[in-house]
């Protein structure tokens, strides 16, 4: 039995002896001889100095983390592991676990700790950089490992990476990436400050050697000779999901698997889930050999992906170029289908950094002997040369040829550029230190001079001089705020001090709670719009999901255009008018209002936006299922980024909501929006609860096809918000008599749009409107009669006299609920209580 890495630690501590305990753990437990890189860093590492690895894709700088790790346990010191993202985070929470057991393990990522004082922390930079700032060299913290450390050149994340450097002068660094381009500035700043030599180990050979290649041919010509030549999986990079999809479907086309491997990708998707437009598509795709993979996809259907091709069953995988960071997708060959990308400003080659991170994902080591890259020509030039290839030797047809010339605007590219692309090292990393608000609280709390504190923090910051000082007016600045809004006062020489008391991480962990929590003091729970307003008070408080807002915007603007052409209104006019129509913000005027009263004392806010939004309160009052709310907008290829807003707002409601300001319809409404997840995707959901629980649901060979979510039936309180939702859905289509909707929606059931207008002709002879407000979707005017097998319900229509006579009766199928995830609805009649 091999034993834990641990218990092999000297006792009394002994560099010599732990270097050769991990060496040999490495060989015994994983099989594996330590690089010469690894080796030389672990020398440094039990010899107590920093570190900077900057060695390509494959060369084992996990393994290299582990020892570091290993090195700071065995001599009782606390070491933390920070990465960019929460999925990194988690993925190495569990990692870590496995080899250094749970009670040694913790993790904080802003929104979720699990055992948080354990020895070895995991967590976002964001996290250990506020850390840094508060407690400065009394932080117990006595090594960092940082791990994608090119992301302290981020314009707007890279300060996280920095202020560690700068602030804890007691700690080891281990400093990882594959693209840090020129080190040696940082490694001698970060030697002058830790008191301990840095070592920088750079230049080193790939195990697996990269081959490269320019080919001037199309996408399709390049896919079969890779196919021919045994060079799969082959992962094509484009710079949108759009084309990612269009470019799959596309690959339809050519054979990439026999039948045999069709059969076999079959058996192991076996009852696999496919429940959005985007599902059907994807599985036609992998039923084909054909993968896509990016960050607007559903967790459920990258992790398809990525477990269908580590099992060898996808040849081709067609993805965005964000496959850097924590992808798990094995890959032989990457063919670049572009030099180029829109930088959220202009088009613009490849940097080197961007170059070396795409490609150095080929090839994996201990599968492939070599990796391959592949730059595809512009269409054009592929398409010129093909003409030319075509004219051959004959004059008189090479004079015929009509080249194509590239669009408008093209920014090209060529052999040449692949070449530079190639040879060049990544860019030396830029500073991009920040003064804010937050940071200026946290040096406060930490008592001491605060004064001199920042003023160090400034100028010994990796910034310009004019840079430095811009830095410092404007700490100045906010430091006069914070005295005049009274939170921090000035004492007797100069020593300064806060006026309240700051939560750890309070910057991080909804940093917005606070407010929020204070905004719903101003609402009335007897209210009928409480559940909803306060849904809206958290909505305020989240980041934007911009491809949402953007199509709430384009439906409202195409809505009020229509409404304005109606009204006879002229297009300048109408022009002008649509600059004031945006996506919904219900609240808006009390959220600013409560907003500028809030920031005046507590001006620290003031590094958060605020942004009042409707998307789950959207999605609610429209009574959508995910799928209905997705093909509504249109965001099928956001659908991803659609789930985790509302797993965001989720654990929103479930964190900030104090349990005494729930009503019993916002606990329904809560109850409803994290089933409305997990039946979608019950990983996000998952994964956060089991991180709160320390809990690793990846232990083990993860099978190809991720666990079902729990039945819909398992959560009776969320699953009759469903019931409700999909009959109020209808009462809404019928009050504005959208018969058509209607038909789409119950065709099956024998109400298509003729029988649905004809149910409802005599209502609407004896009434003018049906209700939709909240007294029309209140539990009063729903009846449901529980059967074995199925559900009988009565939505009673709201009608203006308020009879209460008229109905739709529906049957519920539980069997067929809990298969599809949602509430299966068979509408059986329309019309008035007794008539049928």
Not at 814 to 822: D, F, I, P, Y
Request: charged share 25%; proline share 5%; net charge negative.
């Amino acid at each position: 039995m091999v034993p834990r890495l641990l218990d092999l630690a000297p006792d009394p501590w002994d560099p010599d002896a732990a270097w050769e305990a991990f060496v040999d753990w490495a060989r015994e437990s994983r099989g594996l001889d330590l690089y010469p890189a690894q080796e030389e860093a672990l020398v440094d590492l039990v010899s107590g100095n920093n570190v900077v690895l900057s060695t390509p894709t494959g060369t084992g700088k996990s393994m290299v983390a582990i020892a570091a790790h290993f090195v700071a346990l065995a001599q009782g010191q606390r070491t933390y592991y920070t990465a960019p993202i929460k999925a990194l985070v988690s993925e190495k929470f569990f990692a870590l676990v496995e080899i250094f057991g749970p009670e040694n393990v913790g993790m904080v990522t802003g929104d979720s700790s699990v055992n948080a004082d354990a020895p070895i922390i995991c967590c976002t930079a964001e996290i250990l950089a506020n850390l840094a700032l508060r407690h400065g060299d009394a932080a117990p913290v006595q090594q960092v490992v940082m791990d994608e450390f090119h992301y302290y050149g981020d314009p707007e994340r890279g300060w996280a990476w920095q202020v560690p450097l700068l602030t804890l002068p007691q700690a080891q660094f281990l400093l990882m990436s594959a693209t840090l381009g020129d080190m040696s500035e940082i490694a001698d700043d970060l030697s002058a400050r830790t008191g301990r030599e840095t070592s920088l180990i750079t230049g080193v050979d790939r195990p697996v050697p990269l081959h490269f290649d320019y080919a001037i041919a199309t996408a399709h010509e390049t896919v079969e000779e890779l196919l021919r030549d045994h060079l799969s999986p082959i992962y094509i990079v484009h710079f949108s999901q759009a084309a990612a999809l269009e470019r799959a479907q596309a690959m339809t086309s050519i054979k990439v698997i026999s039948r045999e491997q069709r059969d076999e990708i079959a058996a192991a998707i076996g009852d696999f889930r496919f429940t959005t437009v985007f599902g059907q598509t994807l599985s036609r795709l992998v039923r084909s050999g054909i993968g896509v993979h990016h960050a607007g996809m559903l967790p459920k259907y990258r992790r398809l992906v990525e477990q269908l091709a580590q099992h060898g069953h996808l040849r081709v995988i067609c993805g965005t170029d964000t496959l850097g960071v924590g992808i798990n997708v094995p890959i032989r060959t990457v063919l670049l289908t572009a030099l180029t990308k829109f930088d959220g400003t202009k088009m613009r080659q490849l940097s080197a950094r961007e170059f070396h991170q795409i490609a150095g994902r080929a090839g994996r080591a201990g599968y492939d002997t070599a990796g391959t890259v592949v730059a595809l020509a512009p269409e054009h030039e592929a398409e010129n040369a093909k003409s030319v290839a075509k004219a051959g030797d004959d004059p008189k047809k090479m004079r015929k040829i009509v080249r194509k010339k590239p669009p408008e605007g093209f920014v090209s590219w060529s052999a040449n550029s692949f070449e530079r692309m190639i040879a060049a090292p990544p860019e030396t990393l830029t500073s991009h230190m920040v003064v804010s608000h937050s940071m200026i609280l946290n040096v406060i709390a930490r008592g001491g001079n605060a004064f001199e504190d920042m003023r160090d923090l400034i100028f010994s910051s990796h910034e310009s001089r004019a840079s430095q000082y811009a830095l410092a007016r404007r700490a100045l600045a906010i430091y006069r705020t914070l005295r005049t809004a009274g939170v921090v006062v000035q004492g007797e020489e100069g020593r300064i001090s806060l006026t309240v008391d700051l939560q750890a991480n309070f910057a991080l962990n909804q940093p917005l709670s606070p407010f929020a929590l204070a905004v719903f003091e101003l609402l009335d729970p007897e209210s009928p719009g409480y559940a909803l307003d306060m849904i809206s008070v958290l909505e305020a408080t989240l980041d934007d999901p911009r491809p949402i807002l953007s199509q709430q915007q384009f439906l409202a603007r195409g809505e009020a255009v229509a409404a304005m052409k109606a009204e006879g209104i002229e297009y300048d006019e109408r022009m002008e008018l649509l600059e004031s129509v945006t996506w919904p913000k219900p609240l808006e005027e009390l959220l600013d209002a409560a907003f500028e009263t809030y920031s005046a004392s507590q001006p620290w806010i003031g590094d958060f936006a605020l942004s009042p939004k409707s998307v789950v309160r959207d999605m609610y009052e429209r009574a959508m299922t995910f799928a209905d709310y997705v093909g509504y907008y249109g965001l099928a290829r956001s659908e991803g980024l659609v789930l985790r807003y509302l797993s965001d707002a989720y654990r929103a409601t479930r964190q900030t909501i104090p349990d005494d300001a729930k009503t019993e319809q916002l606990r329904d409404l809560i109850e409803w929006l994290g089933e409305l997840v997990r039946q979608v995707d019950s990983s996000l959901v998952d994964e956060w609860e089991a991180m709160i629980a320390g809990v690793d649901t990846a232990a083990g060979d993860a099978p190809i096809v991720p666990p079902a979510p729990p039945s819909i039936l398992s959560n009776p309180r969320a699953f009759r918000v469903l019931v409700r939702n999909e009959l109020f859905r209808r009462v809404q289509l019928a009050a504005r008599e959208d018969w058509d909707t209607l038909g789409e929606l119950d065709a099956a059931a024998g109400f298509d749009a003729e029988a649905w207008a004809s149910a409802l002709d005599d209502y609407f002879d004896e009434y003018d409107t049906i209700g939709t407000g909240p007294d029309a979707r209140g539990p009063g005017l729903l009846v449901i009669t529980e059967k074995p097998d199925h559900w009988e319900v009565r939505q009673i229509l709201d009608d203006p006299e308020g009879n209460h006579d008229w109905g739709i009766t529906a049957r519920v199928d539980l069997a067929e609920s809990a298969e599809l995830g949602v509430a299966a609805v068979r509408i059986v009649a329309v019309g008035r209580a007794g008539s049928f």
